[in-house]
T-cell receptor, first 113, second 115 residues
Framework: GESVGLHLPTLSVQEGDNSIINCAYS??????FIWYKQESGKGPQFIID?????DKRQGQRVTVLLNKTVKHLSLQIAATQPGDSAVYFC????????????FGTGTRLLVSP | EAGVAQSPRYKIIEKRQSVAFWCNPI?????LYWYQQILGQGPKLLIQ????????DSQLPKDRFSAERLKGVDSTLKIQPAKLEDSAVYLC?????????????FGPGTRLTVL
């Protein structure tokens, strides 16, 4: 069936490095994508989003890239910090008219000092 | 601005017992969501309200799960009777509106353990 998935379950980086977290999706009709960060014991926290009519969007230290040709989404974190350690989820909106998010299984980012 | 509030934070029950979770969304948010997050997985939508009406409950196991949002603000999610596989974190989220690009804000969740 259609799903949102991640290529790497765990990503380990050194503090100061750039991190790239990848996500594959299969529903070409999805029009909106979001990255969430979830720390242990907390709910998901919105990081950045992108609409399907864009291919890149930048925030503070984060960039999301969308490649609709290959149905791929990535989150780039610049100068990764220990506080970035968390599980990152991509989610896609599959419904028209109202928002219905389908989340991937997540990638754990471990940042070493 | 206060975030989404949930209680209790933790609950341990035995199978076949009933349990209820409470959620208070961000003030002014019309849309409220309940998600189930099993350990190691992403959140899965259970039910979605717009004010006090149900927008989508297609993934809610209606034989044992129920939810209500009577006055269009607070919401409760109930499980009766609970099964072992209901052990999960139950997350509540809210957004200003129900349209496609409205940001959902999540509460801290209630961790349910069914023994």
């Amino acid at each position: 069936g259609e799903s949102v998935g991640l290529h790497l379950p765990t990503l380990s980086v050194q503090e100061g490095d750039n991190s790239i977290i990848n996500c594959a999706y299969s529903n070409s009709a999805s029009d909106y994508f979001i990255w969430y960060k979830q720390e242990s014991g907390k709910g998901p926290q919105f990081i950045i989003d992108i609409r399907s009519n864009m291919d890149k969007r930048q925030g503070q230290r984060v960039t999301v890239l969308l490649n609709k040709t290959v149905k791929h989404l990535s989150l780039q974190i610049a100068a990764t910090q220990p506080g970035d350690s968390a599980v990152y989820f991509c989610a896609e909106n599959r419904s028209t008219g109202f928002q219905k998010l389908v989340f991937g299984t997540g990638t754990r980012l471990l940042v070493s000092p | 601005e206060a975030g989404v509030a949930q209680s209790p934070r933790y609950k341990i029950i035995e199978k076949r017992q009933s349990v209820a979770f409470w959620c208070n969304p961000i003030s002014g948010h019309a849309t409220l969501y309940w998600y189930q997050q099993i350990l190691g997985q992403g959140p899965k939508l259970l039910i979605q309200f717009q004010n006090n009406g149900v927008v989508d409950d297609s993934q809610l196991p209606k034989d044992r799960f129920s939810a209500e949002r009577l006055k269009g603000v607070d919401s409760t999610l109930k499980i009766q009777p609970a099964k072992l596989e209901d052990s999960a974190v139950y997350l509540c989220a809210s957004s200003l509106d129900v349209t496609g690009a409205d940001t959902q804000y999540f509460g801290p969740g209630t961790r349910l353990t069914v023994l």
